[in-house]
Nanobody, 119 residues
Framework: QVQLVESGGGLVQPGGSLRLSCAAS????????MGWYRQVPGKERELVAI???????NYADSVKGRFTIFRDDVKKTVTLQMSSLKPEDTADYYC?????????????WGQGTQVTVSS
């Protein structure tokens, strides 16, 4: 069984920084992409940042220059470093991984962690 467990959410003031971490566990054979999505009530989940197994990263335009994603394939973790946070970054953030488990490639999601940017 695969689990993605997030940590690091919370309340931060505008302009502040926060780091989200996600650890994958289980009998995982291989991990392709890992990333972060976010969702606010009433809106669709949107991509924040994603990084491939080769280290290539893509970001939503709204977070470019402020957020950085990196991964550790030995520890099976993905981290999102968020800086210069804005109130519009407030959302539930979900860890994502496309990985091979039991011989099949599938998408997996964490349970979500809340980020609130407010003074």
């Amino acid at each position: 069984q695969v689990q993605l467990v997030e940590s690091g959410g919370g309340l931060v003031q505008p302009g502040g920084s926060l780091r989200l971490s996600c650890a994958a566990s289980g009998s995982i054979f291989s991990i392709n992409a890992m990333g972060w999505y976010r969702q606010v009530p009433g809106k669709e989940r949107e991509l924040v940042a994603i990084i491939t197994s080769s280290g290539s990263a893509n970001y939503a335009d709204s977070v470019k220059g402020r957020f950085t994603i990196f991964r550790d394939d030995v520890k099976k973790t993905v981290t999102l470093q968020m800086s210069s946070l804005k109130p519009e970054d407030t959302a539930d953030y979900y860890c994502y991984a496309h990985l091979m488990y039991s011989g099949r490639w599938n998408d997996y999601w964490g349970q979500g962690t809340q980020v609130t940017v407010s003074s």
